[in-house]
């Protein structure tokens, strides 16, 4: 004879909260091993770069763009851009450095936090995961809708450059600059650390990185300040949606310690971004 007690989870007896999720709402909710989330990540990046191709248009088109995009941020009193670029112009040593955050160090550095994240709350990670991969939904179709070159094409921009004679020769779309994911990434980042560790004087100082990127993208010539701010409105929604998504979730202590997050981290931006390099070749 069956003996009375509480119904098992998800059966839906008397007493429960209700039916359990549905089984792939439970995957999404939930942490997995570090070698599979950041496997995923490269898989999310590298499908970014890939969607983001068709959507290149040629130089004049972008330029042009480009122009009416200068135009409405001198309307709103902006457009800091040529000042900003101009002084690290004439820093040869220094602009090198920031070229060589922009073009290398900052992907290392994405995926180093995210593995930092991962390993220091899991519990409140997938939501990190999620507004990751729900941000470039918005970027794609801005850049698709708004394609435009970067401010470093425009004649007699500081550090200026002459735009490729065949865009097509590389596996990026360079006429991608309407959104700032250079930014975007960062904000999200510094948001997630200190929703994870809001008494942490390390998780606030976080918000140092997205600001010292945005200072890189326009002094490089990289992007308008206005691309950054359509980079965080896109943050912005796909934090929300994520948050909303996966509720509200208590913190976890980490799984790690201190020594081994932080070599952890630092393997991570050594390998993902050479991962991520050598799988964007095969694919194109």
């Known amino acids: 004879m ?10 839906g007896g008397a007493g429960t909260a209700g039916p359990a999720p549905a089984p792939a709402l439970g995957r999404f909710r939930r942490p997995y091993p570090l070698v599979g ?9 590298l499908v970014w770069q890939l969607l983001r191709i068709p959507f290149e248009v040629p130089a004049d088109r972008a330029i042009a763009n480009a122009r009416r995009w200068l135009a409405l941020e001198q309307d709103l009193g902006i ?48 939501t990190v995961r999620t507004a990751f ?24 921009w500081p550090g200026g450059t002459t735009p490729p004679v065949d865009l097509s020769a590389d596996l990026l779309n360079q006429t991608a600059a309407t ?7 960062p904000v999200l980042l510094a948001v997630a650390a200190i929703w994870m560790r ?19 993208v326009v002094a490089t010539a990289n992007h308008f300040v206005l691309d950054a701010v359509v980079g965080g409105a896109c943050v912005a929604l ?22 081994t997050i932080a070599l952890t981290g630092l393997a991570c931006a050594v390998l993902l971004p050479a991962a991520n390099a050598v799988l964007l070749r095969l694919a194109a």
């Open 37 to 45: 989330e950041m496997a995923f990540l490269v898989g999310v990046v």
């Open 179 to 185: 959104v700032s994911l250079h930014v975007g990434i």
């Open 79 to 126: 457009a800091v851009e040529r000042r900003v670029a101009g002084a690290l112009a004439a820093r040869p040593d220094l602009r090198d450095v920031a070229l060589v955050v922009y073009q290398r160090l900052d992907a290392a550095l994405v995926f180093a936090v995210l593995a930092t994240l991962r390993l220091l709350d899991p519990r409140r990670y997938p």
């Open 2 to 11: 069956r003996q009375s007690g509480p119904d098992p989870p998800g059966t």
């Open 198 to 216: 809001p008494s942490s004087r390390l998780a606030w100082a976080t918000v140092l990185y997205p600001a010292a990127m945005l200072w890189i």
């Open 133 to 156: 991969v729900l941000v470039h939904v918005p970027a794609l179709m801005v850049l698709a809708l708004h394609p435009m070159a970067p401010p470093k094409w425009l004649p007699g």
């Open 238 to 259: 796909a934090w929300a949606v994520a948050r909303a998504a996966h509720g509200a979730v208590p913190p976890s202590p980490p799984e790690a310690g201190a020594r």
